[in-house]
């Protein structure tokens, strides 16, 4: 029997509204793509549920009908994610976008998936909050979620995995469950949320999330170091971390990328291999370690380090970091993105980062460094001409390179951009036997392989 | 065909030498019971490997003759996890004690899961680093992975699943797997690391554990605050949360406990409601930060706060909190011991405590309430006669008037001791449809249903 779309979107149009169901073909093409280099695919129908029941019914309609389901939160993904290459029902999240409620006290709050990250801090600075996760993208956190994304806070406050206390997750017989509770620690049953979370669309659809969020620092301070060069900035954050200075943030952003930051961002930052920073604490504490942290950088061939005294000052350095893809998308019109992303334990970075600049220079491809050091993980940006093959198979080529030197080194072939189609090929390298034990997951919680279909894992049918 | 233990037995002295595998009484004892009142089981055979290889070849044999597996550490567990109820085969795993390598650039540490946390801490201060997860046992670290233990000093470092990079675990096949790397974060394939954290030996035996360690604090400081009442001491903490003060430890215990404390650790601490809390930073943070507690505590009746201003004394304060089960069990020669161990929003704390100790003047229980409070998380600790059928009943329907209490405001049954068998009745009610897809899990990873049978989840074969 085939199936032809107009007995799905029929069959779509019994249970939602008309403006909620699409075939347009604009529509179709926003939900092809991401903001990769990756390739784009349609889906065949685009359907913005506004509750989780729509989302429970569509479910069990694609079941139905057997149609591949690609949730879709703002289409930020760097590896491909949220791309329909097997075409069918992307569920697009944009109409649950409600914040539902802020527990202050419990330092909590539960959003639908469509939330974005900016949305959430606006409405959580009135209660002198705010949530953490901050990758460049101004993401939902349903995305956040699916991708376990982090960002420049996670040295201090963790990844996106480390604030979800639950989730409402749709499966993929459109049952609804939730994964955790709101309790601080728990040690009931097997661990859903840390599975769930990261799990790219594959194993459910998010319809709800309760995540961590903090009391706004009492004493902020932030600044900016200047090194001679990316090894020193590197070995200063190592010696800062084994001091055991309780740093909040701490970028690196080579001296390439800080042309990129001044052009895009209309800035004047020392051009130079530099060490973004912040600390978050009380005013004597904060005192004291800066000290320390000044004699540290000192012992590395720090050239000057400025504080940024002012709030407009220290929100316009963390936006310039925040903004540094675009400002490369931007800056090399017709070309597309490639970011590796590997993360390594802490002693083995500045080897990786020397290793990814000899790489570099050695297939002669042009390219940025920046990273969020303090974790161990740092990206090499590459702005790929898509119509020139030979630079395409040298940015692969570069990035299997870093993905090697990092997983001979015990590291992750990505830190928090996640797999979906961009790091399959390094999965079994990375996880060896274990990689079984994810696809019977994948097969006993969705047997029909429909959710998010050959993302992380490819099982043949 | 019906097996015998002697052919079992015979199968395993194949592959161990003849002190690894026993089935003498005394030894089967030693491995039939756990420090709870749970009643005790008999293994038909122990078995003590020494390497990985071993496990996985005990693991086969198992496999082969249908026999249940066990993994055993110290036998510290409190809701029967260790106790074979469906006999089989204890895998003890004491003679995998080894600290294989301390990371100390990485703040990571790789040590077999027989090793203590006791054993762990002494070797790591050599390196002027420490191991935080504290439960008030010495247990081993494969154990402590195994129920997801936490202790007093997870409100700053969080609970075992937060330390764990990388698990080695025997499956139930006898294949051997990593389940993460040593990177401090990663978004590649389903988090295996917090799904095997918790899983109480029921998907498989862990033989190598890599978990964080940090630096002993520059500066520490530790204190009792004595209350009128249990309300006044919780309300503190929960104002001490929401100023956002960074407490690394923060204890509740009761005036009823700080009796047993004094009797068992030869204390002459007030026996009055009390806090005991610790302090980790930097000299001129802390003591900004102690300033601003100390006000916080005297706005809700603190009648006296003590700083113990030198290690010996800090060292005894916590010391003293840790043996206060041993305490108790010391104190009612002939009882056992039985512990509620629920975790709530930080929120409805006060309250559940409040309820707590209604529900045992209602009861007429005698009970003592602790708690890991700036968790949300609290013990009640009653001595039971096991010959008295009333007494038992009685504890039962108290501790399951706790846990529906903490259910019902979205709380957890278990903070931190796990399921085992004790818990087992509260798991539908508090997953709901989750628990399908627990035992999906379950059933995708141990088809023969052969790990740690019928704990945490139970199947029907």
Redesign the interface.
């Known amino acids: 029997m085939i199936i032809t779309n107009e007995e799905v979107v029929s069959a779509l149009g019994a249970i939602l509204t008309e403006s909620q169901v699409t075939v347009n073909q604009t529509v179709l093409e926003q939900h092809s793509g991401d903001e990769s280099y990756h390739s784009a695919s349609l889906p065949d129908i685009v359907v913005f549920p506004a509750t989780t029941e729509e989302v429970s019914k569509i479910v069990k309609i694609a079941n139905q009908y057997k149609m591949p389901i690609v949730p879709f939160g703002r289409g930020t993904s760097l590896e491909g994610h949220v791309i329909p290459y097997d075409h069918g029902i992307t569920i697009d999240f944009s109409l649950m976008d409600k914040i539902v409620e802020v ?1 202050e ?4 709050v539960k959003v639908q998936p469509g939330v974005t990250r900016s949305q959430l801090n606006k409405e959580l600075k009135k209660y002198g909050l705010f949530f953490s996760v901050d990758p460049g993208a101004d993401a939902t956190l349903g995305g956040m979620a699916a ?4 960002g420049t806070t ?2 201090k406050y963790g ?1 996106m ?2 604030q979800v206390r ?1 989730l409402e997750v749709v ?1 993929s017989d459109g ?5 955790g ?15 769930f ?3 790219e669309g594959t ?1 459910g659809c998010f319809t709800e999330l309760t995540v961590k969020v ?2 706004i ?2 004493y902020i301070m932030a600044a900016r170091a200047s090194f001679q060069t990316v090894n020193d900035a590197v070995e200063a954050v ?1 010696s800062i ?2 001091a ?1 200075i ?1 740093i909040a943030r701490v970028e690196l952003v080579d001296e390439i990328s800080m042309k990129q930051v001044n052009l895009h961002s209309k800035t004047a930052y020392h051009e130079q291999p530099t060490l973004f920073l912040e600390f978050h ?9 800066v000290e ?1 942290m000044k004699e540290i950088v000192a012992g590395h061939n720090c050239e000057s380090i400025e504080f940024e005294t002012d709030n407009t000052a220290r929100n316009q350095l963390w936006e310039a970091r925040h903004n540094l893809a675009y400002a490369y998308i931007h800056g090399h019109p017709g070309k597309k993105l490639m970011v590796t ?1 590997v ?5 083995e970075l500045a080897g990786a980062i020397a290793h990814a600049r000899e790489a570099l220079n050695l297939l002669s491809l042009p390219g940025g460094i920046v990273g969020h050091v303090g ?3 740092f990206h090499v940006l590459l702005m790929i001409d898509m119509d020139d093959a030979d630079e395409i198979k040298k940015a692969d080529e570069f990035n299997e390179l870093i993905v090697m030197y ?1 997983l001979e ?11 979906g189609i961009g ?1 399959q090929k ?2 079994e390298k ?9 696809e ?6 969705d047997p029909g392989l429909l959710f998010n279909p050959n993302k ?2 490819k099982i043949k049918k």
């Open positions: 527990r006290k419990d330092f909590l991708t376990n994304a982090s996670s040295v990844t995995r480390d639950d499966l049952t609804v469950i939730h994964t509770n709101l309790a601080e620690k728990s040690s009931s049953g097997y661990h859903l949320n840390g599975l979370v990261g799990s194993l903090y009391g620092p009492e190592v971390l084994q055991g309780p604490g009380n005013e004597a504490g904060l005192k004291q370690d320390f992303d993360c390594l334990p802490i002693s974790d161990g993980n990092a080194r015990e590291g992750t072939c990505t830190g928090e951009h996640g797999v790091k390094y999965q990375e996880h060896g036997e274990a990689l079984l034990v994810m019977k997951i994948k097969q006993a919680l992380i894992i």
